[in-house]
Protein backbone atom coordinates (compact mmCIF):
# COMPACT_ATOMS: atom_id res chain seq x y z
CA UNK A 1 0.00 0.00 0.00
CA UNK A 2 1.11 3.66 -0.68
CA UNK A 3 2.50 5.25 2.47
CA UNK A 4 3.45 8.97 1.16
CA UNK A 5 -0.84 10.09 0.44
CA UNK A 6 -1.75 13.23 2.38
CA UNK A 7 -3.71 13.49 5.01
CA UNK A 8 -5.93 15.68 2.99
CA UNK A 9 -6.76 12.77 0.70
CA UNK A 10 -7.36 10.86 3.06
CA UNK A 11 -9.70 13.38 4.67
CA UNK A 12 -11.93 12.82 1.69
CA UNK A 13 -12.04 8.71 1.41
CA UNK A 14 -14.31 8.31 4.02
CA UNK A 15 -16.83 10.85 2.00
CA UNK A 16 -16.53 9.37 -0.90
CA UNK A 17 -17.13 5.85 0.61
CA UNK A 18 -20.54 7.65 2.02
CA UNK A 19 -21.78 9.03 -0.98
CA UNK A 20 -20.79 5.82 -2.98
CA UNK A 21 -22.86 3.23 -0.25
CA UNK A 22 -25.54 6.23 -0.90
CA UNK A 23 -25.48 5.06 -4.79
CA UNK A 24 -25.11 1.69 -4.32
CA UNK A 25 -28.10 1.52 -1.83
CA UNK A 26 -30.51 3.69 -4.82
CA UNK A 27 -29.36 0.95 -7.03
CA UNK A 28 -27.10 2.89 -8.95
CA UNK A 29 -24.29 0.83 -11.14
CA UNK A 30 -21.92 3.14 -12.93
CA UNK A 31 -21.36 6.71 -12.59
CA UNK A 32 -19.26 9.23 -14.47
CA UNK A 33 -16.74 11.54 -12.25
CA UNK A 34 -18.85 14.34 -13.45
CA UNK A 35 -21.83 13.78 -12.10
CA UNK A 36 -19.80 12.36 -9.21
CA UNK A 37 -18.54 15.48 -8.61
CA UNK A 38 -21.60 17.74 -8.93
CA UNK A 39 -23.28 15.45 -5.84
CA UNK A 40 -20.10 15.94 -3.99
CA UNK A 41 -19.57 19.61 -4.33
CA UNK A 42 -15.93 18.42 -5.31
CA UNK A 43 -14.00 18.36 -8.86
CA UNK A 44 -14.10 16.09 -11.52
CA UNK A 45 -10.51 16.57 -11.25
CA UNK A 46 -10.03 16.14 -7.43
CA UNK A 47 -12.00 12.96 -7.36
CA UNK A 48 -9.81 11.37 -10.28
CA UNK A 49 -6.54 12.63 -8.04
CA UNK A 50 -7.57 11.46 -5.28
CA UNK A 51 -8.60 8.10 -6.49
CA UNK A 52 -5.18 8.36 -8.88
CA UNK A 53 -3.55 7.95 -5.44
CA UNK A 54 -4.45 4.44 -5.16
CA UNK A 55 -4.15 3.71 -8.67
CA UNK A 56 -7.50 5.08 -10.46
CA UNK A 57 -10.31 2.40 -10.67
CA UNK A 58 -12.08 4.69 -13.36
CA UNK A 59 -12.20 3.53 -17.43
CA UNK A 60 -12.19 7.04 -19.33
CA UNK A 61 -15.22 7.71 -20.58
CA UNK A 62 -17.30 4.88 -18.89
CA UNK A 63 -17.32 6.13 -15.25
CA UNK A 64 -16.83 4.79 -12.27
CA UNK A 65 -18.63 1.17 -11.44
CA UNK A 66 -20.25 1.98 -8.13
CA UNK A 67 -19.92 -1.31 -6.27
CA UNK A 68 -16.21 -1.85 -7.12
CA UNK A 69 -14.83 1.20 -5.88
CA UNK A 70 -17.05 1.21 -3.19
CA UNK A 71 -15.37 -2.38 -2.11
CA UNK A 72 -11.98 -0.93 -3.09
CA UNK A 73 -12.29 2.44 -1.27
CA UNK A 74 -13.32 0.17 1.61
CA UNK A 75 -10.49 -2.12 1.65
CA UNK A 76 -8.17 1.21 1.34
CA UNK A 77 -9.88 2.00 4.69
CA UNK A 78 -9.55 -0.89 6.13
CA UNK A 79 -13.21 -1.79 6.16
CA UNK A 80 -12.83 -5.28 5.29
CA UNK A 81 -11.69 -6.63 8.44
CA UNK A 82 -13.41 -6.50 11.78
CA UNK A 83 -11.88 -3.87 14.72
CA UNK A 84 -12.52 -4.65 18.09
CA UNK A 85 -12.75 -1.39 19.96
CA UNK A 86 -12.82 -0.68 23.72
CA UNK A 87 -14.49 2.42 25.13
CA UNK A 88 -12.32 4.02 27.96
CA UNK A 89 -14.29 6.52 29.83
CA UNK A 90 -17.69 5.34 29.86
CA UNK A 91 -19.51 9.46 30.72
CA UNK A 92 -22.00 10.47 28.34
CA UNK A 93 -19.97 10.91 25.66
CA UNK A 94 -18.83 7.27 26.25
CA UNK A 95 -21.88 6.27 26.01
CA UNK A 96 -22.76 7.61 23.59
CA UNK A 97 -20.45 6.10 21.42
CA UNK A 98 -21.08 2.81 22.55
CA UNK A 99 -24.77 2.84 21.18
CA UNK A 100 -24.04 4.52 18.03
CA UNK A 101 -24.65 1.54 15.94
CA UNK A 102 -23.33 2.23 12.89
CA UNK A 103 -19.94 2.00 14.10
CA UNK A 104 -21.25 -2.07 13.96
CA UNK A 105 -22.07 -1.87 11.02
CA UNK A 106 -18.76 -0.22 9.34
CA UNK A 107 -16.68 -3.44 11.13
CA UNK A 108 -16.24 -1.83 14.21
CA UNK A 109 -17.58 -3.84 17.17
CA UNK A 110 -16.93 -2.41 20.94
CA UNK A 111 -15.96 -5.56 22.68
CA UNK A 112 -15.41 -3.71 26.43
CA UNK A 113 -15.87 -0.52 28.58
CA UNK A 114 -13.70 1.19 30.77
CA UNK A 115 -13.55 3.13 33.46
CA UNK A 116 -11.68 4.30 36.69
CA UNK A 117 -14.65 5.48 38.64
CA UNK A 118 -15.77 2.15 41.23
CA UNK A 119 -19.36 3.59 41.25
CA UNK A 120 -19.98 2.88 37.58
CA UNK A 121 -18.06 -0.97 37.93
CA UNK A 122 -20.39 -3.59 36.62
CA UNK A 123 -23.03 -1.37 35.42
CA UNK A 124 -24.53 -2.44 31.78
CA UNK A 125 -24.39 -0.49 28.99
CA UNK A 126 -26.08 -2.00 25.75
CA UNK A 127 -25.66 -5.33 26.81
CA UNK A 128 -21.94 -4.69 28.72
CA UNK A 129 -20.87 -4.45 32.06
CA UNK A 130 -17.98 -1.61 32.62
CA UNK A 131 -14.99 -2.83 33.78
CA UNK A 132 -12.28 -1.20 36.02
CA UNK A 133 -9.11 0.47 34.24
CA UNK A 134 -6.77 -2.18 36.35
CA UNK A 135 -9.08 -5.21 34.89
CA UNK A 136 -7.55 -3.81 31.22
CA UNK A 137 -4.04 -5.39 30.83
CA UNK A 138 -5.91 -8.37 31.78
CA UNK A 139 -8.53 -8.24 29.37
CA UNK A 140 -5.64 -6.81 26.54
CA UNK A 141 -3.59 -10.51 27.09
CA UNK A 142 -7.16 -12.35 26.16
CA UNK A 143 -8.86 -9.93 23.33
CA UNK A 144 -7.63 -8.60 20.27
CA UNK A 145 -7.86 -4.61 20.61
CA UNK A 146 -7.54 -3.26 17.95
CA UNK A 147 -8.41 0.69 19.02
CA UNK A 148 -9.05 2.23 22.24
CA UNK A 149 -12.08 5.37 22.12
CA UNK A 150 -10.73 7.64 24.53
CA UNK A 151 -13.83 9.81 25.94
CA UNK A 152 -12.40 10.77 29.60
CA UNK A 153 -11.61 14.09 30.51
CA UNK A 154 -8.36 16.10 29.36
CA UNK A 155 -6.21 15.73 32.86
CA UNK A 156 -6.52 11.80 32.52
CA UNK A 157 -6.23 11.72 28.68
CA UNK A 158 -2.48 11.56 28.35
CA UNK A 159 -1.26 9.08 31.01
CA UNK A 160 -4.62 6.96 29.76
CA UNK A 161 -3.26 7.16 26.72
CA UNK A 162 0.52 5.90 27.29
CA UNK A 163 -0.62 3.02 29.42
CA UNK A 164 -2.92 2.02 26.79
CA UNK A 165 0.14 2.38 23.81
CA UNK A 166 2.56 0.63 26.25
CA UNK A 167 0.07 -1.99 26.12
CA UNK A 168 -0.41 -2.42 22.67
CA UNK A 169 -3.42 -0.43 21.55
CA UNK A 170 -1.64 1.95 19.64
CA UNK A 171 -4.61 3.55 17.48
CA UNK A 172 -6.53 5.65 19.89
CA UNK A 173 -9.94 7.39 18.96
CA UNK A 174 -9.36 10.60 20.95
CA UNK A 175 -12.03 12.59 22.15
CA UNK A 176 -10.01 14.42 25.38
CA UNK A 177 -9.68 18.00 24.24
CA UNK A 178 -6.09 17.62 24.18
CA UNK A 179 -3.30 16.81 21.05
CA UNK A 180 -1.65 13.15 21.36
CA UNK A 181 0.31 13.20 18.79
CA UNK A 182 3.54 13.14 21.45
CA UNK A 183 3.41 9.94 22.71
CA UNK A 184 5.64 7.12 20.65
CA UNK A 185 4.04 4.61 18.57
CA UNK A 186 0.73 6.17 18.70
CA UNK A 187 -1.50 6.54 15.98
CA UNK A 188 -3.92 8.95 16.85
CA UNK A 189 -7.41 10.14 15.05
CA UNK A 190 -9.07 13.24 17.02
CA UNK A 191 -12.55 14.17 17.50
CA UNK A 192 -11.85 17.73 19.03
CA UNK A 193 -15.47 18.82 19.27
CA UNK A 194 -14.99 21.94 20.74
CA UNK A 195 -12.86 23.41 18.02
CA UNK A 196 -15.68 21.72 15.61
CA UNK A 197 -17.88 24.46 17.26
CA UNK A 198 -15.67 27.23 17.25
CA UNK A 199 -15.23 26.63 13.25
CA UNK A 200 -19.14 27.03 13.18
CA UNK A 201 -19.09 30.16 15.32
CA UNK A 202 -16.63 31.45 12.56
CA UNK A 203 -18.25 30.63 9.86
CA UNK A 204 -21.53 31.82 11.07
CA UNK A 205 -20.35 35.13 12.20
CA UNK A 206 -18.57 35.43 8.27
CA UNK A 207 -22.08 34.01 6.76
CA UNK A 208 -19.98 31.00 4.95
CA UNK A 209 -21.39 27.82 3.69
CA UNK A 210 -18.01 25.81 3.77
CA UNK B 1 -13.65 41.21 8.65
CA UNK B 2 -11.74 39.34 6.10
CA UNK B 3 -14.06 37.44 3.93
CA UNK B 4 -11.95 34.92 1.94
CA UNK B 5 -9.54 32.84 4.06
CA UNK B 6 -9.48 29.57 3.48
CA UNK B 7 -11.21 26.44 5.45
CA UNK B 8 -7.91 24.98 5.68
CA UNK B 9 -6.91 28.13 8.03
CA UNK B 10 -9.71 28.19 9.82
CA UNK B 11 -9.55 25.09 10.36
CA UNK B 12 -6.19 25.04 12.64
CA UNK B 13 -7.16 28.47 14.45
CA UNK B 14 -8.99 26.88 17.28
CA UNK B 15 -5.89 24.96 18.15
CA UNK B 16 -3.97 27.87 18.29
CA UNK B 17 -6.68 28.99 20.52
CA UNK B 18 -6.76 25.84 22.98
CA UNK B 19 -2.96 25.63 22.59
CA UNK B 20 -2.85 29.83 23.78
CA UNK B 21 -5.43 28.98 26.52
CA UNK B 22 -2.92 25.64 27.77
CA UNK B 23 0.30 28.37 27.85
CA UNK B 24 -2.07 31.31 29.65
CA UNK B 25 -3.17 28.48 32.38
CA UNK B 26 0.40 27.99 32.97
CA UNK B 27 1.44 31.92 33.34
CA UNK B 28 3.30 32.32 30.07
CA UNK B 29 3.33 35.79 28.89
CA UNK B 30 4.95 35.70 25.57
CA UNK B 31 6.21 33.12 23.24
CA UNK B 32 8.03 33.29 19.80
CA UNK B 33 6.47 31.35 17.25
CA UNK B 34 9.37 28.75 16.90
CA UNK B 35 8.53 27.53 20.32
CA UNK B 36 5.10 27.96 19.48
CA UNK B 37 5.34 25.73 16.34
CA UNK B 38 7.16 22.92 18.43
CA UNK B 39 4.75 22.78 20.81
CA UNK B 40 2.24 22.73 18.11
CA UNK B 41 4.27 20.61 15.33
CA UNK B 42 3.00 23.34 13.17
CA UNK B 43 5.81 25.21 11.02
CA UNK B 44 7.00 28.93 12.36
CA UNK B 45 5.98 29.84 8.86
CA UNK B 46 2.85 28.05 8.91
CA UNK B 47 1.69 30.28 12.25
CA UNK B 48 3.32 33.17 11.02
CA UNK B 49 1.13 33.12 7.48
CA UNK B 50 -2.33 31.51 9.42
CA UNK B 51 -1.91 34.96 11.82
CA UNK B 52 -1.38 37.35 8.87
CA UNK B 53 -4.31 36.51 7.42
CA UNK B 54 -5.81 38.25 9.87
CA UNK B 55 -3.31 41.16 10.25
CA UNK B 56 -0.17 39.35 12.25
CA UNK B 57 -0.41 40.44 15.85
CA UNK B 58 3.55 39.59 16.62
CA UNK B 59 6.21 41.39 16.52
CA UNK B 60 9.69 40.55 14.69
CA UNK B 61 11.99 39.71 17.58
CA UNK B 62 9.39 39.36 20.57
CA UNK B 63 7.29 37.17 19.56
CA UNK B 64 3.72 36.97 20.71
CA UNK B 65 2.27 38.62 23.90
CA UNK B 66 0.12 35.42 24.93
CA UNK B 67 -2.76 36.61 26.61
CA UNK B 68 -3.13 39.38 23.77
CA UNK B 69 -3.01 36.88 20.55
CA UNK B 70 -5.24 34.86 22.92
CA UNK B 71 -8.22 36.74 23.70
CA UNK B 72 -7.56 38.28 19.63
CA UNK B 73 -8.12 34.68 17.94
CA UNK B 74 -11.24 34.46 20.46
CA UNK B 75 -12.69 37.34 18.82
CA UNK B 76 -11.88 35.94 14.76
CA UNK B 77 -13.50 32.90 15.89
CA UNK B 78 -16.82 34.95 17.49
CA UNK B 79 -15.78 33.96 21.49
CA UNK B 80 -16.89 37.30 23.10
CA UNK B 81 -20.52 37.07 22.89
CA UNK B 82 -22.10 34.26 24.38
CA UNK B 83 -23.94 31.43 21.44
CA UNK B 84 -27.64 29.74 22.75
CA UNK B 85 -28.09 26.56 21.08
CA UNK B 86 -30.22 24.37 21.25
CA UNK B 87 -30.05 20.41 20.63
CA UNK B 88 -32.28 18.63 18.52
CA UNK B 89 -32.31 14.71 19.16
CA UNK B 90 -32.02 13.92 22.69
CA UNK B 91 -30.68 10.37 22.17
CA UNK B 92 -27.13 9.06 23.66
CA UNK B 93 -25.73 11.72 21.83
CA UNK B 94 -27.88 14.28 22.35
CA UNK B 95 -27.96 14.06 26.43
CA UNK B 96 -23.80 13.67 25.34
CA UNK B 97 -23.41 17.34 23.59
CA UNK B 98 -25.71 18.56 26.29
CA UNK B 99 -23.66 17.32 29.64
CA UNK B 100 -20.24 18.81 28.03
CA UNK B 101 -19.25 21.43 30.29
CA UNK B 102 -16.81 22.80 28.17
CA UNK B 103 -18.87 24.28 25.54
CA UNK B 104 -20.33 26.20 28.37
CA UNK B 105 -16.53 27.86 29.39
CA UNK B 106 -16.70 28.72 25.79
CA UNK B 107 -19.72 31.12 25.48
CA UNK B 108 -22.06 28.19 23.85
CA UNK B 109 -24.98 27.81 26.18
CA UNK B 110 -27.82 25.45 25.65
CA UNK B 111 -31.04 26.54 26.38
CA UNK B 112 -33.69 23.94 25.04
CA UNK B 113 -33.73 20.63 24.00
CA UNK B 114 -35.84 19.05 21.63
CA UNK B 115 -37.01 15.38 20.13
CA UNK B 116 -40.40 14.20 17.99
CA UNK B 117 -40.59 11.15 20.22
CA UNK B 118 -43.28 11.85 22.47
CA UNK B 119 -42.42 9.33 25.44
CA UNK B 120 -39.47 12.00 25.99
CA UNK B 121 -41.62 15.24 26.58
CA UNK B 122 -41.27 16.67 29.39
CA UNK B 123 -38.01 14.55 30.60
CA UNK B 124 -35.07 15.75 32.41
CA UNK B 125 -31.37 16.57 30.89
CA UNK B 126 -29.13 18.67 33.09
CA UNK B 127 -31.93 20.77 34.15
CA UNK B 128 -34.23 20.97 31.09
CA UNK B 129 -37.41 19.57 30.48
CA UNK B 130 -37.13 17.81 26.74
CA UNK B 131 -39.56 19.64 24.72
CA UNK B 132 -41.38 18.38 21.28
CA UNK B 133 -40.27 19.40 17.74
CA UNK B 134 -43.96 21.24 17.74
CA UNK B 135 -42.40 24.00 20.49
CA UNK B 136 -39.62 24.95 18.29
CA UNK B 137 -41.52 27.88 16.32
CA UNK B 138 -42.35 29.12 19.71
CA UNK B 139 -39.58 28.75 21.41
CA UNK B 140 -37.16 30.34 18.44
CA UNK B 141 -39.99 33.04 18.29
CA UNK B 142 -39.56 33.64 22.58
CA UNK B 143 -35.50 32.82 22.28
CA UNK B 144 -32.68 33.59 20.90
CA UNK B 145 -31.19 30.69 19.42
CA UNK B 146 -28.23 31.14 17.11
CA UNK B 147 -27.07 27.49 16.79
CA UNK B 148 -28.54 23.81 16.74
CA UNK B 149 -27.01 20.64 17.07
CA UNK B 150 -28.23 18.17 15.37
CA UNK B 151 -27.93 14.97 16.70
CA UNK B 152 -30.52 12.47 15.45
CA UNK B 153 -30.52 9.66 12.77
CA UNK B 154 -29.81 10.59 9.09
CA UNK B 155 -33.14 9.72 7.92
CA UNK B 156 -34.39 12.96 9.59
CA UNK B 157 -31.50 15.20 9.54
CA UNK B 158 -31.68 16.88 6.29
CA UNK B 159 -35.83 17.67 6.48
CA UNK B 160 -35.10 18.77 10.03
CA UNK B 161 -32.40 21.39 9.01
CA UNK B 162 -34.50 22.54 6.54
CA UNK B 163 -37.56 23.55 8.68
CA UNK B 164 -34.48 25.50 11.37
CA UNK B 165 -33.55 27.16 8.65
CA UNK B 166 -36.85 28.51 7.56
CA UNK B 167 -37.25 29.52 11.55
CA UNK B 168 -34.14 31.63 11.39
CA UNK B 169 -31.23 29.09 12.60
CA UNK B 170 -29.08 28.86 10.04
CA UNK B 171 -25.89 27.51 11.99
CA UNK B 172 -26.23 23.96 12.21
CA UNK B 173 -23.96 21.79 14.19
CA UNK B 174 -24.29 18.81 12.05
CA UNK B 175 -24.12 14.89 13.76
CA UNK B 176 -26.03 12.89 11.08
CA UNK B 177 -24.12 11.03 8.93
CA UNK B 178 -25.24 13.21 5.70
CA UNK B 179 -24.09 16.30 4.09
CA UNK B 180 -26.58 19.47 4.49
CA UNK B 181 -24.26 22.15 2.75
CA UNK B 182 -27.39 22.11 -0.35
CA UNK B 183 -29.88 23.39 1.81
CA UNK B 184 -30.20 27.48 1.03
CA UNK B 185 -28.56 30.13 3.61
CA UNK B 186 -27.54 27.20 5.83
CA UNK B 187 -24.01 27.57 7.31
CA UNK B 188 -22.94 23.78 8.58
CA UNK B 189 -20.42 22.13 10.39
CA UNK B 190 -20.03 18.46 10.44
CA UNK B 191 -19.21 16.15 13.17
CA UNK B 192 -19.09 13.03 10.53
CA UNK B 193 -18.13 10.38 13.87
CA UNK B 194 -17.94 7.14 11.35
CA UNK B 195 -15.95 9.20 8.71
CA UNK B 196 -13.13 9.86 11.75
CA UNK B 197 -13.41 6.62 12.61
CA UNK B 198 -12.38 5.23 8.98
CA UNK B 199 -9.73 7.47 8.78
CA UNK B 200 -7.84 5.91 12.08
CA UNK B 201 -8.59 3.00 10.63
CA UNK B 202 -6.83 3.74 7.23
CA UNK B 203 -3.54 5.27 9.26
CA UNK B 204 -3.65 2.41 12.23
CA UNK B 205 -3.25 0.17 8.43
CA UNK B 206 -0.78 2.11 7.26
CA UNK B 207 0.75 2.81 10.51
CA UNK B 208 0.73 7.23 10.13
CA UNK B 209 1.03 9.17 13.52
CA UNK B 210 -0.72 12.51 11.87
Known amino acids: ?70 DEIGKILGLTETH ?54 KFVKENKVDIAALTLPRAYAEKTARDLVNLGITSIWNFAHVDLDDIDGIVVENVHLSDSLMRLSYNALNNKNI
Do not use: C, W
Open 1 to 70: MEKDISQAVIRRMPRYYRYLGDLLDAGVERISSNDLSKKMHVTASQIRQDLNNFGGFGQQGYGYNVKYLY
Open 84 to 137: NMIVVGVGNLGQAVTNYVKFDKLGFKIIGLFDSNPEKEGQDVRGMKIMMMEDLP
